[in-house]
DNA sequence: AAATCTATTTGACAAATGTCAAATAATGAA
DNA sequence: TTCATTATTTGACATTTGTCAAATAGATTT
């Protein structure tokens, strides 16, 4: 299922959007290390990742700072300037060599204009991905940086086997420093 | 304008909307203090506060923490619960005596169902409520307590004067003392 | 395997923020 | 106004996390 955000909608609604989706979505693959987008550009295009792994990152004070990761399944973009049209202050680098989906800004404005229906479905996308967001805030103003790991730990086990530490680290707020104290605390 | 989100969007459109949704909408009279919900049961109300100031609040190992502040135009409700039709651990309290607007959820979804056009209004603010959501974030990971308690006065200058000085501690992540000792450097 | 590059850990210390208790200031009720 | 309550500030100290430098471990290339 590529649309995870989607998946307790009534299937046959879905089926028809997801077809409808189908037509607008360009599949490609990429390299570890390539940028599906660059800072102080516009960013037109949803992705969602088929295999592999990808991150949205800035630059504060010089620090290279992660502000999300997709795995398979899910879906990265730089989000406000996807939204707002405006130049976006983050990068979006793939880990891994990947397969990716992007759909177009512009193509999927079409698709919403012709059949305004699937209006609710982006809307039922934003209500989840919102609650994930309000989630992190919780997470940051009120869990320790140890619970903070162990939250990330179990939600995706595998996502230390596959992304370097220090980018865990400032996901999830902290010097690479300090994540590496409190994994070697029991 | 009551839909502050709503604002940069076509106002034609948007005055038919703001008619359908007049229909729907519910003023009343609040005293300082009164709760518009209560933790632990599924919130059905979005509220527009017209005149006054609310929070979102709950309890984190017994203490009172602020999600939330709204004020004049703006909106609030248990956002979690609302979207997910779950029970909500937030409760919303008024901060003075307050007039308030509210839309059940019930009569906003016979709404969307009868004109399913104003998916997009609702789209877009969620859109417009999610880059406020991802600009805290950034804020919390990113700026000192300092500097998120200037930003704040600044972005909510009457805030300080209407707002025990605990619930914005709490809201920006720190503890009271804290908050007074920052404001007190020059 | 050796050399090189990159990632992670460790040490020593500094800075920011929290905790708990108490003092002071401000507010509202009698 | 006075008293009682609530809000804010201050002090002393503890804890958490950051900074910078260096050491170690792991991965990659030759």
Redesign the pocket.
């Given at each position: 299922m590529i649309f995870e955000k989607l998946k307790d909608v009534n299937e046959s609604d879905l089926a028809e959007l997801l077809t409808d989706f189908q037509k607008i979505m360009k599949r490609e693959s990429f390299s570890k290390k390539e940028l599906l987008h660059k800072e102080g550009t516009v960013c037109n295009h949803l992705f969602l990742i088929e295999k592999g792994i990808a991150r949205s990152f800035y630059y504060k004070?010089g620090?290279d700072i992660t502000a999300h990761f997709a795995i398979e399944n899910g879906t990265i973009t730089a989000i406000d300037s996807f939204i707002q049209r405006k130049n976006s202050r983050y990068n979006i680098e793939l880990l891994e060599d990947s397969e990716i989906i992007s759909i177009s800004h512009q193509d999927m404005h079409d698709l919403l204009q012709e059949k305004p229906q699937y209006e609710k479905y982006i809307r039922i996308f934003l209500e989840q991905i919102y609650i994930d967001l309000a989630e992190r805030i919780e997470d940051l103003l009120f869990h320790?940086?140890?619970e903070?790991y162990d939250k990330l730990v179990e939600s995706t086990p595998n996502l230390?086997q596959r992304?370097?530490?220090?980018?865990?680290?400032s996901y999830i707020?902290?010097?690479?420093?300090?994540?590496?104290?409190?994994?070697?605390q029991v």
């Open positions: 004070d620090k320790t940086a140890k903070r230390l992304v370097n530490l220090k980018h865990i680290a707020g902290i010097t690479q420093e300090t994540l590496s104290r409190i994994r070697t």
